[in-house]
């Protein structure tokens, strides 16, 4: 939902009136606010909040392995919760492997096992509560553009078939190059004429150990986000907030993860003076850690979060999604529904 990482989180340093399916208290008319649940506690918390425009959720709990088993379980106390509160709620069904998005359990499930993936994807689409499926699959082989898309399609019109939708969670990218490692197996186009939502991940545009800068910078989401509308119906299309930034160790090419909800801390606690961006609407300092390392920490901030988020309203997007449930407060949602109005 977003690109997983698997590095460490400094959690420890820090403290639309209706949806579009269902009523939800959200200021945010006929726009999705839909958040990743990941399964722990701080998720479920905020997946279950009242007065959020948190009105869809997708639970991701499930993956695919290379015979097209999906293995993990649904939160059943989330899905009655979503019901009651009148959100929806989608299953999350992605390539991640032991460590990481796995480019080989994608090509088996999709070719080798294309029937047998589809059937399983089926199956748990009928669980009780569920509006659908987001297909979240990650780092595949840009020759598995065209599997992919086959997939994709097959998928859909099953699905379709018995009533429940499909949601894809793709790369963000500018322009298409079916080359590229990374968004080169996703064929806009293709793709969203079949989907019914597309959500694109603009976050990431920079991680650990790739060079320090921000998540999710202005600049670069509008290209982003100018690219997909060419090429999908706006109507489709959720634009991806980050509720979180990166401590780059510079010294190392490394870093951490720092939620959206510890950055005020960490800022206290190292003593540093944010610098804005106004090119990338995100906020960084440096700071020398114990160790002598020098870092460089980018963040999001209310403003940022506001203005990206209202690129919904310009553009005519579906709406926004959010990784991840349990790492923004209050003042992330508050600045989400201005940028919605």
């Known amino acids: 939902m977003r690109t997983r990482l698997l590095i460490l989180v400094l959690s420890a340093l820090l403290p639309l009136s209706a949806c579009r399916y269902g009523e939800n208290s959200s200021p945010a008319p006929n726009r999705i606010v839909l958040g990743y649940y990941t399964g722990d506690s701080s998720s479920l918390a905020s997946a279950e909040a009242l007065g959020t425009p948190l009105n869809e959720v997708a639970l991701d709990l499930i993956s695919v392995d290379a015979d097209g088993g999906l293995h993990g379980d649904l939160d059943g106390t989330l899905l009655d919760s979503d019901a009651s509160q009148g959100k929806l709620s989608y299953a999350t069904v992605s390539n991640f492997g032991e460590t990481d998005f796995d480019a ?16 399983n994807i089926l199956s748990l689409a009928k669980t009780s509560r569920l509006t659908g499926i987001n297909i979240d699959f990650e780092g595949m082989f840009p020759a598995d553009r065209d599997a992919y898309t086959s997939f994709v399609t097959d998928l859909a019109t099953q699905l379709h078939a018995q009533g429940s939708m499909l949601m894809l969670s793709v790369p963000a990218k500018s322009m298409d190059d ?7 197996a996703f064929d806009y186009a293709a793709l969203g004429k079949k989907a019914d939502f597309m959500q694109v991940m603009t976050y990431d545009e920079h991680v650990p150990g790739q060079g320090a800068g921000p998540v999710a910078g202005l600049d670069w989401m509008t290209g982003n986000l100018n690219y997909a ?15 979180y930034g990166y401590d780059f160790d510079v010294t190392h090419n490394t870093g951490v993860q720092v939620d959206w909800k510890d950055s005020a801390a960490l800022v206290a606690s190292t003593g540093a003076h944010p610098v804005w961006d106004p090119v990338s609407e995100s906020e960084h300092f440096d700071y020398t850690a114990a160790d002598g390392s020098v870092h460089q920490v980018w963040y999001e901030t209310a403003q940022g979060i506001q203005d990206k988020a209202h690129f919904a309203v310009t553009l005519n997007l579906a709406g926004v999604s959010m990784w991840a449930l349990g790492f923004e407060n209050n003042a992330f949602w508050s600045a989400v529904s201005a940028g919605l109005n």
């Open 229 to 243: 509308v060419s090429q999908i119906n706006p109507d489709k299309i959720l634009l991806g907030l980050p509720a």
């Open 104 to 119: 080989n359990i994608a090509h088996d499930a999709m070719v080798t096992h294309h029937g047998t993936t589809i059937l």
């Open 178 to 184: 079916p080359s590229d490692s990374w968004t080169g």
